[in-house]
Nanobody, 119 residues
Framework: QVQLVESGGGLVQPGGSLRLSCAAS????????MGWYRQAPGKQRELVAS???????NYADSVKGRFTISRDNAKNTVYLQMNSLKPEDTAVYYC?????????????WGQGTQVTVSS
């Protein structure tokens, strides 16, 4: 059974930080491309950050310089460090695992974790 279990979301003030974690099981984690997506109310789901099998990274322009994606293959976990958070970062954040290098998300999703940035 494939599972992606997310944690770390919550309420934070503008300028604050959060670290999201996504622990994977049931897949050969080290060979998967991993991504973080987010979806705000009334908006489409968008790719925030992705990381390859060898830890090359890519970011949406809106989060460059503020967010960092990383992975620990020994722990089967991908992280999203979010700094200098803005209200517009408020969304449900989803972890995704993709066997292939593709602009489309893979088959496996986490349940989502709410990030709310508000004063």
């Amino acid at each position: 059974q494939v599972q992606l279990v997310e944690s770390g979301g919550g309420l934070v003030q503008p300028g604050g930080s959060l670290r999201l974690s996504c622990a994977a099981s049931g897949i050969s984690f080290s060979i998967y491309y991993m991504g973080w997506y987010r979806q705000a109310p009334g908006k489409q789901r968008e790719l925030v950050a992705s990381i390859t099998r060898d830890s090359s990274t890519n970011y949406a322009d809106s989060v460059k310089g503020r967010f960092t994606i990383s992975r620990d293959n020994a722990k089967n976990t991908v992280y999203l460090q979010m700094n200098s958070l803005k209200p517009e970062d408020t969304a449900v954040y989803y972890c995704n695992a993709n066997r292939w290098f593709s602009s489309r998300p893979g088959d496996y999703w986490g349940q989502g974790t709410q990030v709310t940035v508000s004063s």
